[in-house]
């Protein structure tokens, strides 16, 4: 029976939230940078849909962040194919409000897990990913966005606020010994 340690370091690849940009992405990376390996990053629109496109072959698995919405039903709703194996701190990227004219905004786009760092006189427009939110402002849906500063500077957005980086956790979910044992 091969240990958590083990399948862990059976992994190559990491699904989590997209696209290009988001702390998970930076996460990721970073896990595979801490454990001394190169692994390839597969982003998704949601972590649900990451969930759905994981190969439980035991060479992927699922990054999350726990203050990702609905994290709980993931876990939970998953128990039979899935097993929180690992948890780690990195700071995010530096969380930005920004505009594309750098204007404060009227309408701010924003994944609902720092929806809070949106002024109570602005209007919150949830949407996937912090990503996700920069891509909405920069193609004009809304006025704003809060995001990562590297998601505000592939957009080519202005800064307004710099809140900096923010001590995160994140989560690592393999698939789960029974179900690595039906694919063998």
Do not use: K
């Not at 194919?81 to 004219?101: C, G, I, K, Q, S």
């Amino acid at each position: 029976m091969e240990s958590i340690e083990e399948a862990l370091d059976a992994v190559t690849a990491l699904y989590t939230l997209g696209p290009t940009g988001t702390n998970c992405e930076y996460a990721a990376n970073t896990w595979f940078e801490r454990r001394g390996r190169q692994g390839r990053v597969h982003l998704c629109p949601t972590l649900e849909t990451a969930v759905e496109q994981l190969p439980y072959d035991g060479t992927a698995a699922l990054l999350g962040c726990v203050v990702y919405p609905d994290l709980h039903h993931l876990v939970f709703q998953n128990l039979h194919r899935l097993t929180l194996a690992e948890t780690f701190v990195v700071p995010t990227h530096r969380m930005v409000l920004a505009a594309r004219d750098g204007r404060e905004p009227i309408t701010v786009a924003t994944h609902p897990a720092p929806q809070s760092l949106v002024p109570e006189r602005l209007t919150r427009v949830l949407t996937t990913s912090n990503a996700r939110a920069a891509q909405e402002c920069a193609a004009g849906e809304v006025d704003g966005c809060v995001t990562t500063l590297p998601a505000a500077r592939i957009h080519d957005l202005r800064v307004i606020t710099d809140f900096g980086p923010v001590p995160m956790g994140f989560t690592v979910h393999l698939p789960s010994p029974a179900q690595r044992r039906m694919l063998r």
